[in-house]
Structure formats: C-alpha cells, structure tokens
C-alpha cells in the first residue's frame, strides 16, 4: 500500500510538473535584458518598453504602459532596475492556461507601492506577491516617484483560469443593485451585491465614500461603514461585485456590513474625486432638500466661530439669494477626521474642504483641510464681487491719495498691474495673461481714525491683510475694512500708472475711485462749474466738486484750462449691455453722456489761459501735496504727491514719503 501510494503520487507530482511552470523576467543583469530581447541602455539612459513593444519569454507576455515619465529599464553607473514611475503600468498575460502567481522582487522598498487589477496583491519589504487565476495581470505604480523592479517571477498553469467560487462572493440569490441612486428606496437590512464600478471619494477608518458617474455625467454619492479589508487610494476604481446591506443611521443612509471588496482595478485622475466647488452656496448645500449628503465640496471664503473642545463648529457665509438679498448661510460643522484647526481669526476668511453629511434632519460637513483663504486679485473683486460680501485682497495695493469726510474716511489704492492671469479653464478650456488697465479702489475706514492715520502712513501694503465687505461695486467701489491692514516692509513705491484724459482730445473712460488727470476748460453753465472739452462748444462734460481749498483760486479765472490732480466718481451706474453685463469703459459722443462722472479735484498740476493755451505756452513747476489737499513749492512732513510738469506739456504724480 505504502509503495502504490508513493507510485501514484510520484505520478501526480510529474502531472504538475507539466502543467505548472515558472518564468523569469531578470532587468538587473545585462544577459537577462537580453534574454527578454530588450537592448541594453547605455550609462544613464533607458530602455522604453513602450517603445520596444510587447516581449513573450515562455508562452508569458510582458508589455507595459507609462506613466508620468515612461515605463523603462534604467542604467545607473552599470545598476539595471525596471522603473515604473506613478500611474504607469507592466501587463503579464498568456495565450494558453493562466496566471497563477506572481512574485514581484524590487531593487529597494522605496516607492514600491503597486496595486493589481485582479486577484490578490500585497508587498513585504522588498517583494511584492500576487496570487489568483487571470489570464492577464496588469500591475500598476501608484506611489510618489518610481518602483524599481529587479525581477519578476510568473506562474503558469496550463489548466486555464479557475472559475471563482459561486459562493464567494456572490450569492446567486443576493438582490442585484447597480446604482447609488437607488440605495435610498431599498428597505432598510435590505442584502445587495453591487454589479457596477465605484471610485473612491474619501476614505477613513471604517468610512468609505463612494461615488458613481452615469452615462449622462451625473455623480451619485455613497457611504460604507465597516470594514473593507482594503485601504484605498483616492481615485481606486472598486471592481462590482461588492456586497452589503442597507442601513439609516440618523436619518443618512448608508451601507453596512461590507464583504468581497476587491482590489482596485486602476485610480483615476485627480478631477474625479475632487471636491464640489460650492463657494458662495453655502445657503444651497446647507439646504436639506438639495441632498449634498456624502458629497466632498470645497467652500472657500467663509467664516469660522464656536469652534468649542468637541469639534463643533459654525461656517458662515455672506451671500444672496435668490432675489438678490444679502443673507447669512450657516453651516455646522463638525471634526470628524481630528484635523488641526488654524488658530481663527473672526475677522479673517477661510477654505473648508470636507464631506458633507447629515445628522437628525440638519446638514453638516466633516472638515478634511481648513486653511486660510488666499484672497482674490482686486481685478477679480471688481469685476465678479458682489455688494455686501467680504473679501480679501491678495495683490499688493499702492496706496495714491486719501481724503478725510469725517465718519468717512478713505484712503485710495490701486494694484498698478498692466496684465492679469485670466483663468476661464473650467468653463471655457483655456487660461491666458490678458493686458490690463491697473484698477482703483477705496479702502473705507469709517470714522476709524486710528486706521485711517496707519493706511495715510503706508506706501504699499502688504498682500492677504486688505479685508472688508465691498459696496458700491457697480459706481464707486469701495471696501469697508474690518482690521487694520499691514505694511509691505521694504518695499518702495513705484510709479503710479495714473491715466490722463485730456477732454479736447480724448473720451473719459475711468472707473469709480480711480485717481487720474483731467485736462480741460473751466466754465460755469447754468450756473453749475463743469470742467469742458472746448470753450464754447461742449462736446465733453465732467460734472466738478472742487474742494473748498481750490474753490477760489478756479472761479476767479472761469475760462482758463487746468490740469487736474483728481478722484473719478461716477453718479450712478451704466446701463447694461444686451448680454446684461454692466458696462465699463465706453466711449461715446453723446454730449451728455459724460455727466454721470463728477470729478473731484485733489490739486492743480498747473493752468493757462485760452490765449496761452492757443499759443502754447506751458508752466513748467514742481508742486508737493499733502494728503489734506495743501500744495506747496517744498516737500512737507510725510506723505507727499510729488507733481511734476515737463517741458513738454507732460505731467507726472507719485507718491513719496518725506522723512
């Protein structure tokens, strides 16, 4: 008996000794690249395999895809390795039988970091296993850097793959569910088995969010509480055939009791399971109704408060709705992942990312990042702000001119940029610099006279520390400040881009709160002051609030032409263009056009007569003007606008600061 055993297992051993067998890919030996048939890479060079194509060793075919630097065999001073750099791939596949095993041996353990499309994948050290019952393997990169593979050994079996147990891991009596949309319907304890792919949208500890696209581009989002067996990168594509059941905790659905998770098929990139951009609809996804449960959003600009030692916290956003009426949207909030908090500021702006949920009726987000808001370009602020908002301004701000009303004191700033970066990628597909007029605004102090005297002895300030609540953005634009900004230390100020609109040649096309020059005739009709393009003929109007300090000094001599160191101000806004943009920088020859801009003069840069101006005679002087108005020959104490007449006829305005 115990002979006949030992012939017929000896039998048995020689059956799989032809069925089984064992295949080597060697890339750290120059013979053994050879004997794949790949060509040798000089000193710090590489072999492509995607170039080389697909190569068969023993009835195994090895082929390979790249990543973000191509898949290669790589010569470091006579060293061979393979490199599979992120997201690039190696497929091991054959004609005849399957794959049953696979054993990956790594130069180092550093970035070895692979996953499998089927079966099972794990890594110890230096060698990576895999094992199941394919056809075809495809082992991808997904760490940081390169893997660098020293060899790889193939299993075969000539039996063909191994249909997968029926029991594991379907039940053939298992409901059937194929959507994320339906999960809500199902009775709770409902058992599933799930027939289409997922991808990962957020994974901790026991939670795992999902997400799904339809053929339409719909996401539908889930959350599965358990244990899954499997860590999962964001972007993993889930295989189907997962199962659970359907539960409700607190009124949010979810599945429980997860089962035959398998590993990722491949990852995705980033843009899938990025985050929602819900900035300025805080209102809406707070919204029970919009059902924004289990979706990972990004809100930036909000504010942060009752933050207390449980992770509780409030997000508040000032926004419209609607009908256009200015709203505080709240949101709770609650620290879930344990992330550190930044050290808050109530009067400071922050980006929250997280995954929304919901607890007994409300809506809440689990914060993954909370950091300070990077603020927006004052171009940006201008253009697509909203009255009532607060921003943060992320240029530096030149600071021109200020002027002291009493309960409004203001202080004006420009970017001085001549190009912006004009990102339209996510609607339109491109982004370009565009040339741009510098913009203006005022920084509204209120009655505030310890801000207004620190903004009056600043020349630059510093970028992310400007921060108010904007008004007016359609005429004047103004921001309310909050805080008192901060000084750009050691930085001087450069020359003001500051735009001169001679009205007997050139149309006015000025913003609201821009500083500029305005050259023209000063005449009284109908007994209001108007500074004109031509003595007679009006063919240009600006509407004139002069100062009470320059009053006399212009009536006396009605007629004559000034230069003006002045603020633009418009009356009301424009009207709107047919695609119901306001509109800026017009020009026109309507006569009465231009009335919608009065100007308020600072100081006179220098004036002639008509007969002068005929003759062209100009006054060539140096004026220096405080910010209160005052105009003197020599500099004064502090801030000074420094005036310049060239012999020419041209004029300059800086700002510079006497010590």
Known sequence: MNRFFSLILMAFVAFLSLQAAEVTFDFSTAEGITAMGY???????????????????????????????????????????????????????????SITGITVNAANATNFDLIADVGDYSADGTVGSWTGSATSVTLTHVGSKNAQVASLVVTTNGDGPVEPDPEDPIDPN?????SLHHLAALEDGTEFQFTSDVYVNYQWNDYLWVMQLDDEGYAFTGLIYGNTGKEYRLGSVIPAGWTGKKSTYQGLVEVIEPAHFANAKNIL????????????????????????????????????????????????????????????????????????????????????EGMMTSFRGNMEIYPITITDDPGAPLWKVLYEGEDGIQYKISDSLYVATMVDNGDRKLVFVTDNVDEIYYDTYAEWGYAEWLAWYPDWIALDCSDNEEMFNALSSMEVIKPCTVKGTLHDQLTNPRLVLNSIPAALEDAELPTLTMFQYNLSEDYVAARGNEVGRADGYFFYKDGVPYL???????????????????????????????????????????????????????????????????????????SSSVEEMESNKQVIDVKYISPSGVVSVLPQEGVNIVVTTHSDGSRTAVKRMNK
Request: a negative charge; proline letters at 3%.
């Open 39 to 97: 060509a040798v890479p000089a000193q710090s060079a590489g072999t492509s395999l995607v170039q080389a194509g697909a190569v068969t060793v023993d009835g195994v075919t090895l082929s390979a895809t790249d990543g973000a630097t191509e898949t290669r065999i790589w010569n470091s001073q006579g060293s061979y390795t393979l490199r599979i750099y992120v997201d690039g791939s190696i497929t091991l596949s054959v004609a005849e039988g």
């Open 174 to 178: 298992i409901m059937k569910l194929d």
């Open 269 to 352: 990139e980033e843009d899938y399971y990025s985050a929602f951009d819900c900035t300025g609809g805080v209102s809406h996804i707070a919204d029970t109704t919009e059902h924004w449960e289990n979706y990972k959003v990004f809100i930036g600009g909000v504010h942060l408060s009752d933050i207390d030692q449980r992770g509780n916290f409030m997000v508040t956003s000032d926004e419209t709705d609607d009908d256009g009426n200015l709203i505080e949207a709240r949101l709770a909030g609650f620290n879930k992942f344990g992330i550190d908090y930044p050290e808050v500021d109530p009067t400071d702006l922050y980006d929250v």
């Open 532 to 606: 004109c393009s031509e003595q007679d003929t009006v063919m240009v109007k600006l509407n004139f609030d002069y100062a009470p300090a320059l009053e006399a000094e212009m009536a006396a001599k009605e007629g004559f032409n000034y230069g003006l160191l002045c603020i633009f101000t418009l009356d009301e806004p424009w009207e709107e263009n047919s695609d119901n943009s306001p509109m800026r920088r017009i020009h026109t020859t309507d006569d009465n056009y231009y009335t919608n801009y009065t100007i308020h003069p600072l100081a006179i840069l220098a």
